[in-house]
């Protein structure tokens, strides 16, 4: 193990026209530093040429040189342990400081590495580099207050936490909340794949989770951070197949090892899925898993923090307004923002421009939205204007019933799927929904179609076909799960109930598609209007529209 550092220090005694080596008897803190075993037993070998050495008894009151106190700051700044060693070092005259550094890091990258893992620090790296999440961030810190400071919750029989599972979808920050974590308590952090344990030898899964667990205890305290962990994870199957059967051991002995531990504190589990539905129960039972957290897309602060984070060091326009970039990037994923400005950035330096304009930004936005293709699409005039008056549709809709905050309506001709689209403001949406909010989301989605059929009678476009599909699933569930139907009943699998669902469904599309058609033939000129402006700017927002509504069409609004 020490061979590094023993060769090391040999060189350091046979190169006696560069070192004047010297004895110093140090009280040392670490009994698992390197020099107990190397030192002495060098010493030993050379005794017969002491000439080049001094030696001094425990008692030496030469101790405290300048060297001396030198030396023992580099075991103060190594985390030591409390328990004293006295043991013989050499070290050359000239710099005791740099040879003894140089061996603590030989020995530390040995216990770094093991065959298939490695063991990272990352103190450079802590909360204040992630935006937002403070919620996260507290909870994450009270486990590390528990696993440092056990005594203070000891007198109120608190267990220790063992693991968390972050869910969430990808792209915010699971990977990234549990470097800073580690770097934040200034602890080791070993990073895995749920993939790395998953090979087609029998018995390479359970042996690599004996290693990482044995390496993590060599390396306490320490974060073991296992990446869709649902690859190792998943729920165990009930067949004979032998890759579920070698994927079931591997499950197992993930199990032994999180329970293998309890009495070793240090090691603390972080696991990271998109699936936390695929993960086996016995993984994430209490004891073994503690703590559940979501991670979802992130909050109107939390993007003002990221956008900050991401928007130093580089050039921007002082025009650009940070709370427009928020509203912008609602419902973007914490790496879609960061994407956002650095392909913007590009994009400006690919047009020789060395500050970001408003318009990069909403260029990239418009690209990860609805998507981007090499060739613009070409339509005639007619076709722009039926794209246009179908947006304004939907935003008109929206405004007349309340239903939304409008971010912006926007035509983008170099789109592969979608050639327009209104943009809105999801930040009040809440998992429990009322008939009347999803009465006025069905509205809007009509509102396009309706709007398109007003203007151009037959010669209605296809672009209503996934409002379409959006407004037959919303229907179906108000009726079939959420029993908002004018009859309350549950449904059977047979005919006279799917005749009772029909007319269910028939009813509430006929009276949203009336109201919707109301509000658009009382407003046929204001689209007209609206339509004009978005094809000139291609991109409007809702205060436009509230200009040209002021004083005319208010008694629209509901």
Excluded at 190 to 217: D, T
Excluded at 266 to 290: E, Q
């Amino acid at each position: 193990m020490y061979l590094g550092a023993f060769l090391l220090l040999n060189l350091f005694l046979q190169s006696n026209s560069l070192y004047n080596l010297v004895s110093r008897n140090l009280i040392l803190k670490n009994n698992n530093l390197p020099f107990k075993k190397l030192c002495n037993p060098i010493y030993k070998s050379k005794k017969n040429n002491v000439n080049n050495f001094a030696e001094f008894n425990d008692e030496d009151t030469d101790f405290d040189n300048e060297f001396g106190v030198e030396l023992e700051e580099i075991f103060k700044n190594n985390n030591a342990i409390p328990k004293e060693l006295g043991i013989r070092v050499f070290y050359p005259k000239d710099n005791p400081a740099n040879f003894l550094q140089k061996l603590l890091n030989s020995e530390e990258k040995q216990n770094k590495k093991s065959k298939n893992f490695e063991l990272i620090y990352n103190n450079n790296f802590n909360f204040s580099n992630v935006g937002g999440y403070n919620l996260v961030k507290n909870e994450l810190l009270q486990c590390a207050d528990i696993l440092v400071n056990y005594t203070k919750y000891q007198k109120y029989n608190v267990r220790t936490p063992k693991g968390i599972i972050l869910e969430g979808p990808p792209g915010n920050g699971k990977t990234i909340l549990t470097k800073a974590f580690s770097g934040e308590i200034n602890i080791g952090f070993i990073p895995v794949s749920g993939s790395q344990f998953q090979e087609m030898y029998v018995g390479v899964g359970p042996s690599r989770i004996r290693e990482l667990f044995e390496f993590a205890k060599k390396n306490k305290p320490c974060i073991i951070f296992i990446d869709e962990i649902d690859a190792v994870g998943r729920k165990r199957s009930t067949d004979s197949d032998s890759s579920s059967s070698e994927r079931d051991s591997t499950l197992n002995e993930l199990l032994v090892g999180l329970d293998g531990f309890k009495e070793l504190n240090g090691i603390f589990v972080i696991g990271a899925t998109n699936r936390i539905d695929l993960l086996d129960v016995a993984l994430i039972r209490p004891g073994r898993i503690d703590k559940k957290i979501f991670i979802g897309n992130p909050d109107r602060n939390t993007r003002k923090e990221i956008l900050q984070i991401h928007l130093k060091g580089k050039p921007y326009n002082p025009n650009i307004q940070l709370d427009k970039l928020v509203e912008l990037t609602n419902g973007f994923s914490g790496a879609e923002i960061e994407n956002l400005l650095n392909e913007a950035m590009l994009y400006a330096l690919r047009n020789n421009r060395e500050i970001i304009e408003k318009n990069d930004i909403e260029i990239m936005a418009n690209r990860i939205l609805t998507g981007w293709q090499i060739n613009e699409n070409k339509l005639s005039q007619e076709m722009l204007n039926q794209v246009a008056v179908h947006e304004i549709g939907h935003a008109l809709v929206s405004i007349f019933t309340r239903y939304k905050k409008i971010i912006k309506v926007s035509i983008n001709l170099w789109s592969p799927k979608a050639l327009g689209f209104t943009l809105f403001d999801d930040t009040d949406d809440s998992i429990i929904s009322t008939k009347e909010t999803l009465k006025k989301e069905i509205m809007v989605l009509l509102g396009g179609r309706v709007a398109e059929e007003i203007f151009y009678g037959e010669q209605i476009s296809s672009g209503a076909v996934d409002d379409f599909h959006r407004v037959k699933n919303i229907i179906q569930k108000m009726v079939i799960d959420y029993g908002m139907g004018t009859n309350l009943f549950l449904p059977y699998n047979s005919d006279k109930y799917r005749e009772k669902i029909d007319n269910e469904i028939e009813n509430i599309f006929n009276e949203a598609y009336k109201e919707t058609k109301f509000l658009l033939m009382n407003s046929k000129q204001l689209i007209k209007d609206c339509a004009n402006l978005l094809m000139i700017k291609n991109e409007i927002t809702e205060d436009q529209i509230n200009k040209k509504i002021k004083g005319i069409y208010d008694y629209l609004i509901k």
